[in-house]
């Protein structure tokens, strides 16, 4: 990215506005930029053709449109690609595609690093390095050459969304408004470990799918796995998602990994029904993927296939995640950003 100059990509058809009028540019140049950024995804200023040359000589001394190509592509057997990406001063951030028979996803990051520190998961052992842009986010999908192919993206990379919210809901605001790509909020899952200042204004805010990772619903267990519990217990969390309306377009479902002799057993399975009891929601199990960094082994399948059948035939709808790109390192938290 080029010095100090505005990134362009990422930014709302309100802050284009207020730069256009900075600029003494009339209103509507704003939603020209807005055009060739989202809908021609452009690379340079100079491509804007509609500009007048002295706007677009303006534009260019003062703001870039942040694109960078990923500098490293890896590809599992499965077809799954792990992007990898330069972003702030040296450091790089990962993102996944996920193509499948009927969809194709991209799981991006939103933070370099992060803060949250869970025990299982690699990216939160590394410590935190930054925020990324709303630029930054969108650049994980606008520099990719399956682009035309995307039909989700899930924040489910390196970072933790509530804690980079301003940037995640500019992000998703691109990507759902009709100045933008003009996509379904349907098409976006945003997830968290549930910090509740965050979330607040995340429901608020977004119409977008939540996906919240539970791991485990006992408060003690779950503190010595997620450090987040102390400051927001699942409880807390779980009743501020009960005060809104998860019967319509909107899905919450909670993320569920399977971790051996830990949260595996249908005791936890019992205390996970009783937990969400009444909520109109969905869980999702998945397979840890073991690492060195990590001292967690996984569950055996047959006991991730009882904890999935007592989920199922207690009235709680659950199904197991399919493993993708573990070869890669582009699983679950296994994301490091290391180049
Ligand atoms: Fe952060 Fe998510 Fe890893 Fe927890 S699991 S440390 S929230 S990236």
Known sequence: MEGKKINLLGKTLVQLQDLCAAEGFPRFTAKQICDWLYKKRVDNIDAITNLSLAQRARLN?????????????????????????????GHFIEAVYIPEEDRATLCVSCQVGCKMGCRFCVTGQ???????????ILNQLFS???????????????????????AVL????????????????????????????????????????????LHNPIPQERL??????????????????????????????????????????????????DALKGLDCRVNLIRFHESPEAPFKTSMPSV???FQSYLNSHGVICTLRASRGQDIDAACGLLAGKE
């Open 144 to 166: 990719i050459p399956e682009f035309g192919q995307l039909t989700n993206v899930v924040f489910m990379g390196m970072g933790e969304p509530m804690d980079n919210l301003d």
């Open 126 to 136: 590394q410590g935190f390095h930054g925020n990324l842009s709303a630029g930054d």
């Open 170 to 213: 500019a992000a998703t605001q691109v990507l759902t408004a009709d100045w933008g790509l003009g996509w379904s909020p349907k098409r976006i899952t945003v997830s968290t470990v549930g910090i509740i200042p965050g979330l607040k204004r995340f429901l608020e805010e977004s119409l977008c799918h939540l996906a919240v990772s």
């Open 224 to 273: 010595q796995m997620m450090p987040v519990q102390k400051a927001f217990p699942l409880n807390d969390v779980l009743a501020l998602l009960r005060k809104y309306d998860w019967s319509g377009q909107r899905r919450l479902s909670f993320e569920y990994t399977m971790f051996r002799g830990l949260n595996d057993d249908l005791a936890h399975a019992q205390k996970l029904v």
């Open 61 to 89: 001394e003062i703001a870039c449109i942040g694109r960078e190509t990923p500098v490293r592509c890896q590809v599992s057997k499965d077809g799954t690609k792990k992007y990898l990406f330069p972003v702030l001063d």
């Open 304 to 306: 991730i296939a009882a």
